[in-house]
C-alpha cells in the first residue's frame, strides 16, 4: 500500500502577549532631563506601567493554571461513568471495524528466530564471563493479527519489554538477529514508524499544556498530510470518546506526581497520543503499571476498544489480576533468558492455556477460582523447572502448538494478495514548514502556561531593573571624570551580567523536561529534530524580547542614559541578544549533557571566566597578551563594549583627568578602554554570530545525542 505525500494545514494561535509600548516609554522619559516635574512624572509612569504588566501577566497564568485544573475530573467523580468489569471476546475476536473518520490499512506482524545480544557489562566481566556479548532474546518466534489483543507476560528479566524494543524498533544499542515482517514484507524502521505505535511505560508529555492540546499536536504531526484541518479535529474527538478522555479535554497535563492528570488518566492520554496517528500497529508497555483495579479496567477498556477497531495491539503485562489478563485473546509467554515457553490462544476462561501446562506430567492442577496468570507463572518458574527436572522451553519447542505457530509465522510472511510493501515519498508526514509551526504552537502553549518560569523571568526583570536603576541612580546625566565612566561601565556590566546568567539557568529544568517528550516524539517520527529545536529557540526568543523591552525601559531611564533614538536601540538590541545568548547557552548545556544537574557544572566554569575577562574587572589593554584571545571570545565582552561604545563611543564631552589635564570621553575609551565607536557595526555582527551559533550547537547536539540508552 502507499500513502500520499504531506502537507497540511494549521490551526490558529490566537494566544498573544501584551508588551509595554516602547513609544510612549519613550516620549514620556524624554522630559527627563527638561523640567524636574517631567522626570518624575516620566519615571512613574514607566514604573508604574511595568509593575501593572506583570501584575496582569500573574493573573492570567494563574487563571490558566489553575482554571484549566479545575476542569480536570477526578477518578472519583469520574466513577460513575465507569464499569469496572471488562468484556471478555473469544480467543479469536474478529475485527469489528467502528465508524470512524480516517480508515487504516490493517497490518500483522510475524517474527521468526529473532535473537538479540548487547555487549557484555563489565560487572559480569569481572565475574569471569569471558563472552563478548550477553544475549537477552533467544529464538524468539511468534505472530501478531490485527483484531487480536496479544499479552507479553514474564517474570522480571524475561526480557518482555526487550523483545517489544526490539519489534518496534526502538532499540539504541545491541545487534537483532532473525525475520521480522509486516504482512509478508520485511520491516523496514523508517516506513513502520509511520504505521505503528508505541505507548511507553513511562507516560511521558509535555506539562503545560491541556489534553486536547497534546492529543491535537500528535495528530497534527503524525496524520498524513492530504488530511484537512477539520478531518484531523473530527478524528481527534473521535479518539479521545474511544478512550473516554472527552470529559478531560481541557485538563492540564501537568507533571506525574505533582499535579494534572492522574496515573491512570496519564495511561489513557498516552493511548490517545498514539492512536491518533492512526496507526495499523500499536505495542503498549505495561499500561495497567501502577493502577488499581478500577483504574486498570478503565484503561484495558480503552486498550479493548482499541483492539475492536481492527488494529493490532501488543501489550506488556507483569502480574495481571484475572479480569485483566483474560481481557487478552492470545499471550505469549517468557522465562528467563529471554526464551518463549507459550505462544498461542488464551481460551475462554484461559482454558487453552490452563489445558496446555496441565499436559506436562508433573505440573499441579489449577483450583478453582485461582487467577490463571499466576498460577501460569507459579508452575513455570524456575523453581518449578528445577523441581520437574524439565525445561518448559524446550517442551514447547517440541510441541504440537509450537509447530501450529511455525504455519502461522509461514503463512503471514507471504503477502496477501493486492498488498504492496509500505512506501512513503518523505521521511515525515508533514514538510520542514508544517513541522515548524506545529513545533511553534505546541511550544508557545506550553511557555505560556507555565507560571513558575515565565512569572519568575519577569518578576526577576523587574527587581534586578529597579535595584540597579536605584542603585546606579542618573549616573548617566553625569561624566566629568574617569570615576564616571568607570561606575557606568560597572552599572552595564551588572545589568547584562547578572540578569543574563539567571536566565542560562532557569531555563535548563524547562528544556530538561521537554527533552525528555523530544525523545519519545523522536522515536514516533513525528518530526525534524531542527524543526523542534528551531521552535522552541522562536519561543524563548520572544520572551526575551519582551524581557529585554521591560529591562531597557527600566534601566534606561532610572541610569539616564541619553534619550537618542539611535542610542535607545542599541542598548535595547544589546540587551534582548544578550538575554538571547546567555538563554541559547544554556539550552546547549542541557542537549550536550545528559540532565540540567550536570549542564550547571559547566556554568559554574564559564560564567566566573566570562565575568573575569568581560572587561570591567580588567580592561582589555591591561589583559596579558597571551589572555586577549579570551576577551573577544566571551560574547559578554563584546555586549559590554557595545553598550559602552553606542552610548559614550562618540561623546566629545570634556573628562578632568588627574594630572589636571582635559581629555574627551570619546578618547578616553579609545585610549584606555580600547572602546571604538566606528567598530560598533562588527559588535553587532559578533552578537548574531553567538546567537546562532548557540542556536546551531543546540539543535545539532539534540539531533545526535540521546542519552536515554535501550
Known amino acids: 500500500m502507499r500513502y500520499p505525500s504531506m502537507n497540511s494545514s494549521q490551526p490558529n494561535n490566537n494566544t498573544s502577549i501584551d508588551a509595554p509600548t516602547v513609544g510612549e516609554a519613550i516620549l514620556k522619559a524624554k522630559g527627563l532631563f527638561t523640567r524636574e516635574s517631567g522626570f518624575w512624572v516620566s519615571i512613574g509612569a514607566i514604573v508604574g506601567f511595568i509593575i501593572l504588566f506583570n501584575i496582569l501577566y500573574l493573573l492570567a497564568l494563574t487563571y490558566l493554571s489553575f482554571g484549566s485544573s479545575s476542569n480536570t475530573v477526578s477518578d472519583e467523580e469520574n466513577e460513575n461513568e465507569t464499569n469496572t468489569s471488562i468484556p471478555i471476546d473469544e480467543a479469536t475476536n474478529p475485527p469489528t471495524q467502528s465508524q470512524i473518520t480516517l480508515p487504516f490499512q490493517p497490518l500483522s506482524l510475524s517474527f521468526n528466530h529473532v535473537n538479540y545480544y548487547v555487549d557484555m557489562p563489565a560487572e559480569m566481566r569481572e565475574q569471569g564471563f569471558t563472552e563478548s556479548r550477553l544475549q537477552l532474546l533467544s529464538d524468539i518466534s511468534g505472530a501478531f493479527r490485527p483484531g487480536v489483543l496479544t499479552a507479553l507476560v514474564g517474570v522480571s528479566g524475561a526480557g518482555k519489554t526487550t523483545l517489544m524494543d526490539v519489534l518496534a524498533g526502538r532499540k539504541t544499542s545491541g545487534s537483532i538477529e532473525g525475520s521480522i515482517t509486516v504482512s509478508g514484507y520485511p520491516k523496514k524502521q523508517e516506513t513502520f514508524a509511520r504505521v505503528s505505535g508505541y505507548c511507553e511505560q513511562t507516560d511521558i508529555h509535555s506539562p503545560n499544556v491541556t489534553v486536547y492540546e497534546s492529543i491535537l499536536y500528535s495528530a497534527w504531526l503524525r496524520l498524513s498530510s492530504d488530511v484537512d484541518e477539520n478531518t484531523r479535529k473530527m478524528f481527534v474527538e473521535e479518539v479521545m470518546t474511544l478512550v473516554e478522555l472527552d470529559v478531560l479535554r481541557n485538563a492540564m497535563v501537568g507533571l506525574p506526581g505533582v499535579d494534572g492528570l492522574s496515573t491512570e488518566q496519564r495511561k489513557r492520554l498516552t493511548i490517545a497520543v498514539e492512536l491518533v496517528a492512526n496507526p495499523s500497529i500499536i505495542f503498549m508497555d505495561e499500561p495497567t503499571s501502577g493502577l488499581d483495579a478500577r483504574a486498570a479496567a478503565i484503561v484495558m477498556r480503552a486498550v479493548r476498544n482499541t483492539v475492536n477497531t481492527g488494529r493490532t495491539v501488543v501489550c506488556t503485562i507483569h502480574q495481571p489480576s484475572i479480569d485483566i489478563f483474560e481481557s487478552f485473546d492470545e499471550l505469549l509467554l517468557m522465562k528467563r533468558g529471554g526464551r518463549v515457553i507459550y505462544a498461542g490462544e488464551l481460551g475462554q476462561h484461559s482454558h487453552k492455556l490452563v489445558e496446555y501446562f496441565e499436559a506436562i506430567p508433573g505440573v499441579e492442577k489449577i483450583t478453582e477460582g485461582y487467577n490463571p496468570a499466576t498460577w501460569m507463572l507459579e508452575v513455570s518458574s524456575p523453581l518449578a ?25 509461514k503463512e503471514l510472511s507471504v503477502p496477501p494478495p493486492g498488498y504492496e510493501d509500505l512506501s512513503f515519498p518523505t521521511k515525515y508526514s508533514q514538510n520542514f514548514y508544517n513541522q ?21 523571568r519577569f518578576l526577576m526583570t523587574l527587581i534586578y531593573g529597579l535595584v540597579f536603576g536605584t542603585v546606579f541612580w542618573q549616573k548617566g546625566t553625569k561624566i566629568d571624570s574617569p570615576q564616571d565612566l568607570s561606575n557606568l561601565l560597572g552599572a552595564t556590566y551588572a545589568a547584562v551580567f547578572f540578569l543574563g546568567s539567571a536566565n542560562c539557568i532557569t531555563v535548563q529544568p524547562v528544556v530538561s523536561i521537554e527533552r525528555t517528550v523530544f525523545y519519545r516524539e523522536k522515536a514516533a517520527g513525528m518530526y525534524s529534530p531542527l524543526s523542534y529545536a528551531l521552535a522552541q529557540t522562536c519561543v524563548e526568543m520572544i520572551y526575551n524580547v519582551v524581557q529585554g523591552i521591560q529591562y531597557t525601559v527600566i534601566i534606561y531611564a532610572m541610569i539616564g542614559y541619553e534619550w537618542k533614538a539611535a542610542k535607545f536601540f542599541y542598548f535595547l538590541f544589546f540587551t534582548i541578544s544578550c538575554f538571547n545568548y546567555f538563554t541559547l547557552f544554556g539550552m546547549m548545556l542541557v542537549a550536550l549533557t545528559s540532565s540540567s544537574m550536570l549542564a550547571n557544572i559547566p556554568i559554574a566554569f564559564v560564567l566566573p571566566l566570562w565575568n573575569l575577562f568581560a572587561g570591567f574587572l580588567v580592561a582589555r589593554p591591561l589583559l596579558p597578551i597571551w589572555w586577549r584571545w579570551y576577551y573577544w571570545a566571551n560574547p559578554v565582552s563584546w555586549t559590554i563594549y557595545g553598550v559602552i561604545g553606542s552610548q559614550f563611543g562618540d561623546n566629545t564631552s570634556p573628562l578632568s583627568v588627574p594630572d589636571g589635564s582635559r581629555l574627551v570621553v570619546k578618547q578616553f575609551l579609545e585610549d584606555n578602554l580600547g572602546i571604538k565607536h566606528d567598530f560598533l557595526g562588527y559588535v553587532v555582527l559578533a552578537h548574531f554570530a553567538y546567537v546562532i551559533a548557540f542556536f546551531l550547537v543546540f539543535g545539532y547536539s539534540i539531533k545526535v545525542l540521546n542519552f536515554q540508552k535501550r
Open 385 to 409: 523447572e528445577a523441581r520437574l527436572n524439565v525445561n518448559f522451553a524446550e517442551i514447547y519447542a517440541n510441541s504440537d502448538l509450537y509447530r501450529k505457530n511455525q504455519e502461522l509465522i
Open 436 to 456: 515548524c509551526v506545529a513545533n511553534f504552537w505546541k511550544q508557545y502553549k506550553s511557555y505560556w502556561k507555565n507560571p513558575p518560569h515565565n512569572a519568575m
